[in-house]
């Protein structure tokens, strides 16, 4: 076969092979390079150990755009969503919020608390589907430039001014505060419920260096009402087969629309010639030219990594070092002989089979946050824990299980000592919290997989181990994501682009940044 | 009598508002709850011969057409301008000293850090810039986005004009700093901990946030907009604060104003063809229409009958962000106290106690828990060094801004727990400057609650309602009603609950003048 693609897609992860496909199936021939053994990047299913089949980093889809599903046939590629039904929150005086897809049973159990949040519940649900209806089609737009001086570029922030122009009072109102505020804050107007609050406020910090009262960290309520699966709003599911499914099943499609891919072929360099990007070399030498390169990797890869910074403009490698990454979260992969037995409801039951949200209280989540603050990780963290094999039997031997912690905090930088010394110790953290509440964990756990931020950085090439390619805080999104006047999946190296988390709309396995990279692309080749 | 206009409440911003009524022709009298004038801005005895701005104690600085358009020097309005900004007190012992003159300025930064004597200048000129943008936006009357009328696009189209003349440099840099952590933003300028924090400060300064809590790089920008430097002057006046609010009130009686003392307004009746207000003593005022310089939350929730207002509106009110953290300690003292390693010359100006952005972020933290601050952030004036008016030959008064005291605590009450806050903040205070505790001839401690209960400052908050993103310009105090109008029809603000909001400015008093004037030249009386 010959050397010479029309594009070369760098990162096998699901937004590289989603950009992969749409450029494929526009006739493109496209090659995509995987560093590791396996496709997916961070949407993973490794067999960690014998017979045990973790989503090693994320673990739940929700964002993955309804029309990249139907353009790319996923479920004839063998995607299959099984649903994910509720949020169950332990509480320390064993009693205990369990949200449920149900609306009618969610209001019954929030009534529970209080008369008063059930009813406001209802309000809140209207008023946030109204917020995600306004947000969900600028996912899927290219930031327009705020300081261009085009017609065009003026029509696109014109079409936003117009949009938010035509809501109703009571939903300029719901999003001006919803872009602005904390969630806590904005919480707090409409329920008195402190662990409603703490577990709901929750979504808003993950993947974030922020506090559940940090200011910028509401919108991300909106994410819970985005999550589409066949189109339906607020439902969240595993994919059968673990996470990496996911990109399995996009590969799939990429491949059959032409898309070649190789996976253990880490890349050196991108090759450059006069300020021009026109192929790869990977690390054992080979060569591989192309008109273009499209890469799903940080930028700190592409460009401090790939590039060399003495390429690059000087203004742009200081907006460069500025973006911010600073990893606030981990991962523990638990291989189970049993369910654990949670005190607040004991025995086996549905809600295990929807996720385990350790988040009693506001205070709770925001002493965890002061910790990472300072240096340490969390001494009780926010966990948010999935048994997908209770849904998919798939993944675990019969009759054992795999239960999935997500951690925050675990600060990528730590005040004293290095996170290969903290390792161990954090796993302990994690399993002490959870035996707080399921006290028989302990003598369930047959093996246990610790994934640090520095393991997201060293194994999955995540810089500082963000989940997200780059925090999602307010002055790093939409058209200043990445980098101040490139958010439009360009950069200042021709006919090189952008295509991963740390573009436009970022993290979450969504594909849409691959989609709308391959979009803007397809103008240009 | 029928007066064109009642102002309740004589702060600086009721003052200017009814002056620039009076220049216009029209008849108002202002009515204050307590026997002096000024409100924020007053100078009261404390102790015998000793006496001191018993609230803020530097302005903002009042903006320069005001002081001419009033004729206030002429009044008798006198400015003190150290040439010492601020020096920010150390742990170890050492002290920075930030001055007018930038040249002394990078000198003394030179002995930290020459990368950061280097940025310095650049630093105060891309602020500078900014801010000669963002100034006419101060005084502009925030344009409604719900339904902006032809004036409204046209000043949308001035602010954008205004933004377009930056560059695209500047444009990014308004765009990120805005929604910006402090504590990034001077990471991103300086190294040295103790200038960080010096130049953070601002941002929280008031606010019930943390260097770290997104949007607080705001209160740099505004206040580069208001004085064209991202930290505050040391601008005192000539008799206290009280020496500004009585130039007002000599300027609006010469102007025909009448200003009632002791009058508390404790009813604002709408219903009549006139608006009229009623004074715990039941005397009677009537008027065209009634302006309100007391905070939003008091105006609506106490003055106003709540059937007068649409329950929608009121529950927008109530969660109106306006949570006190400041307290104010006054000392009266034997003697000048001595600091670690300090010359008397450099304790002219204000005197920060904060030197990392840690240790305000701790500060910060307390509040989140309803405690105050073991280790407050304090902002601190010794007005006798340049004003001899204010205490006896020899001894000196020191007046304290203290952070955090949250309006609500935990634990006890501030009746009970207001003199072991002054011990500890005393204790803290005793760090730096050794000798101090012998000194102490007397001491006034000012808590919120007392902020509220004595200065009508709804839960002691000094800014009329947090300053931040969801509060601020057309959002302050409410999307819809940030043009000093509200849904009572006779009924008008002009506090610092109105953009451009707190610090001793004036300026909305006057922009409110502006809006008052237009409707009652256009309404038949």
Request: glycine share 10%; net charge neutral.
């Amino acid at each position: 076969m010959s050397n010479k693609y029309d594009v070369v897609v760098i990162g096998g992860g699901h937004n590289g092979l989603v950009n992969a496909a749409y450029l494929a199936r526009a006739g493109k021939k496209v090659l995509v390079l995987e560093r590791r053994h396996v496709l997916g990047g961070a949407a993973v299913t490794e067999e960690v150990f014998k017979g045990f089949k973790f989503s090693v980093c994320s673990y739940v889809v929700s964002l993955l755009r309804p029309e990249i599903i139907r353009e790319l046939d996923l479920p004839r590629h063998g995607l299959e969503i099984l649903p994910l039904d509720g949020t169950f929150t332990p509480m320390p005086n064993d009693d205990y919020l369990w949200r449920l897809n149900d609306h009618g049973k969610t209001r019954r159990e929030i009534a529970r608390h209080s008369r008063l949040d059930a009813e406001a519940y209802d309000e809140y649900g209207k008023a946030m589907i109204e917020m995600a209806h306004f947000v969900k089609p600028i996912m899927s737009m290219t930031p327009p430039d705020p300081t261009t001086l085009s017609p065009k570029g003026w029509k696109n922030l014109a079409f936003l001014g117009r949009r938010f122009q035509k809501l109703p009072y009571e939903d300029k109102y719901n999003q001006v505060q919803l872009m602005t505020m904390s969630a806590v804050d904005f919480l707090d107007q409409w329920f008195e419920t402190d662990v409603l609050k703490a577990t709901m406020s929750a979504s808003g910090i993950i993947g974030t260096f922020l506090g559940v009262r940090s200011p910028g960290t509401a919108y991300v309520l909106l994410h819970h009402y985005m999550g589409e699966i066949d189109g339906a709003f607020r439902s969240w599911g595993f994919a059968r087969g673990g996470t990496g499914a996911i990109s399995n099943s996009i590969a799939d499609a990429a491949r059959e629309a032409g898309v070649e891919i190789r996976t253990e072929a880490p890349i050196e360099k991108i090759l450059l010639k006069n300020g021009r990007a026109y192929g790869v070399v990977l690390k054992n030498g080979d060569e591989i030219q192309a008109d273009v390169i499209s890469s799903s990797v940080d930028p700190r890869l592409t460009f401090s990594k790939m590039i060399g910074e003495e390429h690059l403009p000087s203004e742009f490698c200081e907006d460069l070092h500025r973006y911010k990454y600073r990893g606030s979260s981990g991962k523990v992969n638990l291989a189970l002989a049993g369910l654990p037995n949670f005190k607040a409801i004991p025995g086996e039951g549905a809600h295990l089979r929807g996720a385990i949200s350790i988040s009693p209280g506001v205070d709770y989540m925001e002493r965890a946050y002061d910790d990472a603050k300072y240096g340490n990780f969390s001494r009780r963290p926010y966990m948010d824990m999935v048994i997908p094999s209770l849904t998919d039997p798939s993944v675990a031997p019969p009759g054992k299980h795999v239960m999935s912690c997500f951690v925050q905090y675990a600060p990528y930088k730590l005040k004293e000592g290095t996170w290969d010394e903290k390792r161990e110790e954090f796993g302990d953290t994690v399993v002490d919290t959870i035996a707080e509440y399921a006290p028989n964990i302990k003598d369930l756990i047959i093996d246990r997989q610790v994934v640090t931020p520095l393991d997201l950085e060293r194994e999955f090439g995540l810089s500082e181990g963000n989940i997200f390619q780059g925090e999602l805080s307010l002055e790093q999104l939409f058209f200043l994501r990445p980098v101040p006047g490139w958010a439009q999946y360009r950069t200042p190296i021709k006919n090189l682009y952008m295509c991963g988390s740390a573009t436009h709309p970022g993290g979450g396995i969504m594909g849409a940044p691959g989609r709308n990279a391959a979009l803007e692309m397809l103008k240009e080749i | 009598m029928l007066y064109d206009a009642i102002i309740i409440g004589a702060g600086h911003n009721g003052l200017v508002t009814a002056c620039y009524l009076a220049k216009a022709g029209l008849k108002s009298v202002v009515l204050e709850r307590r026997e002096i004038v000024g409100g924020g801005a007053v100078t009261e005895a404390f102790h015998p011969g000793f006496s001191c701005s018993t609230l803020e104690h530097a302005a903002g600085p009042l903006s320069p057409q005001i002081i001419s358009d009033l004729n206030l020097r002429q009044q008798g309005l006198e400015f003190i301008t150290p040439e010492v900004r601020v020096l920010s007190l150390g742990e170890d012992g050492k002290s920075l000293c930030i001055y007018n003159d930038t040249a002394k300025t990078v000198a003394e930064i030179e002995k930290f850090s020459s990368k950061d004597a280097k940025n310095y200048p650049e630093f105060l000129t891309s602020f500078s810039r900014i801010g000669s943008v963002l100034a006419p936006i101060l005084s502009m009357t925030p344009p409604s986005i719900d339904h902006p009328t032809a004036s409204d696009a046209w000043q949308f189209g001035k602010i954008g004009l205004a933004f377009r003349g930056l560059g695209k440099k500047d444009e990014y840099r308004l765009l990120r700093w805005g929604p910006m952590a402090v504590a990034d933003l001077v990471a991103e300028w300086f190294e040295t901990e103790l200038l960080r924090a010096t130049v953070a400060a601002r941002g929280i300064t008031g606010s019930l946030a943390g260097p770290w809590s997104a949007g607080t790089s705001l209160g740099l920008l505004m206040q580069a907009a208001l004085d064209s430097t991202p930290i505050p002057p040391a601008l005192f006046v000539k008799g206290g604060m009280g020496g500004l609010t009585k130039a007002l009130a000599k300027a609006a009686e010469s102007l025909g104003v009448e200003i009632k003392t002791n009058a508390e307004v404790t009813h604002i009746d709408n219903s009549g063809h006139n608006a009229k207000v009623q004074l715990n003593d039941k005397q009677e005022f009537e008027a065209r229409a009634v302006v309100s310089n007391a905070d939003p939350r008091t105006t609506f929730l106490k003055l106003v009958d709540p059937v007068d207002l649409e329950p929608n509106f009121l529950l927008k009110m109530r969660n109106y962000r306006a949570k006190g953290t400041v307290a104010k300690i006054n000392l009266a003292l034997d003697g000048l106290p001595v600091f670690a390693g300090v010359e008397q010359s450099k304790l002219s100006g204000r005197i920060q106690v904060g030197p990392e952005i840690d240790y305000l972020e701790r500060a910060f933290d307390a509040a989140k828990y309803g405690e105050f601050s073991r280790e407050p952030y304090l902002d601190i004036a010794i007005p006798t060094l340049t004003d001899s008016s204010l205490a006896p030959a020899g001894k000196h008064v020191m007046s304290i801004h203290c952070q955090f005291a949250p309006y609500k605590l935990r634990e006890g009450d501030w009746q009970s727990r207001g003199q072991e806050f002054a011990d500890t903040v005393i204790n803290q205070l005793a760090k730096f400057a050794p000798g101090l505790k012998d000194l102490i001839v007397a001491g006034q401690v000012i808590t919120p609650l007392d902020l509220e209960q004595t200065y009508g400052l709804s839960n002691g908050h000094i800014h009329h309602g947090e300053q931040a993103l969801d509060q601020f310009f057309t959002f302050r105090p409410l999307i819809g009603f940030a043009q000093y109008r509200t849904p009572l029809q006779r009924l008008y603000l002009c506090g610092a609950g109105t953009h451009p909001g707190g610090g001793v400015t004036g300026i909305p008093g006057a922009n409110a003048a502006r809006e008052i004037i237009k409707d009652l030249k256009s309404r038949k009386a």
